[in-house]
């Protein structure tokens, strides 16, 4: 079984421009999160979508966002790239339908700097 | 205040040493505890799940425990192939299902 798929692994921008991170789930899940790891902050809660509906966002300014496809795969963009948008993009995948406890499959990643 | 504190934030160990991490939660009620273990450049991956206080968990040489407020994951006669992060994360009951994590514990086993 296929694990979480994140494309591009590594990507350098500079500031102003924008990026999109893309992510294919497990198959069969349908609930997609993202989270933004730095050292400082440790892992951050970006939006989670399900069945193609942002069902949770977390507190990021709305140059963040993402969107599902119908056949679950997820997108993320930044736009007005900034320096501190460096980090580590995680995408997660679950198979929890519904809201509730449930593990989370992990990507390797996108790896973003911004100049 | 954080929500979920690890402790500590590095640890070296030689091998076969064994030892505690630490994984403490401020959250009014739990839903979950999860526990990942990160390498470098990859993802997180999920390792346990506990939901009730005095619960255990193992696997090979690890093996979590949940309290009230704590929860521990023990590494008994630790293999440098242990070395990662290791991440806590919580569900709070009531609130958003989505889980809080710590900022990990850095471990390092040294042959």
């Known amino acids: 079984k296929a694990g979480v798929t994140q494309t591009p692994r590594y990507l350098i921008k500079t500031r102003g421009q924008q990026v999109t991170l893309s992510c294919s789930p497990i198959?069969?899940?349908?609930?997609v999160s993202w989270y933004q790891q730095t050292p400082g902050q440790g892992l951050q809660f970006l939006f989670e979508y399900f069945s193609e509906t942002q069902r949770n966002k977390g507190n990021f300014p709305g140059r963040f966002s993402g969107r599902q496809f119908s056949n679950s795969r997820s997108e993320m963009n930044v736009s007005t790239l900034e320096l501190g948008d460096s980090a580590l993009y995680l995408c997660?995948?679950?198979?929890?339908?519904?809201?509730?406890?449930?593990?989370?499959?992990f990507g390797e990643g996108s790896r973003l700097t911004v100049l | 205040e954080d929500q979920v504190t690890q402790s500590p934030e590095a640890l070296r160990l030689q091998e076969g040493e064994s030892s505690s991490l630490n994984c403490s939660y401020t959250v009014s009620g739990l839903r979950g505890l999860f526990w990942y273990r990160q390498d470098p450049g990859k993802g997180p991956e999920f390792l346990f799940t506990l939901y009730s206080a005095g619960e255990e968990k193992e696997k090979e040489r690890l093996k979590a425990t949940l309290t009230k407020k704590e929860s521990f994951l023990h590494i008994t006669a630790p293999k440098p192939e242990d070395s990662a992060t290791y991440l806590c994360?919580?569900?709070?009951?009531?609130?958003?299902?989505?889980?809080?994590f710590g900022r990990g514990t850095s471990l390092i086993v040294h042959p």
């Open positions: 997660a995948s679950s198979s929890l339908a519904v809201q509730g406890t449930g593990e989370l499959f």
């Open positions: 994360a919580v569900q709070e009951a009531g609130g958003s299902y989505i889980p809080t």
């Open positions: 198959s069969g899940h349908r609930s």
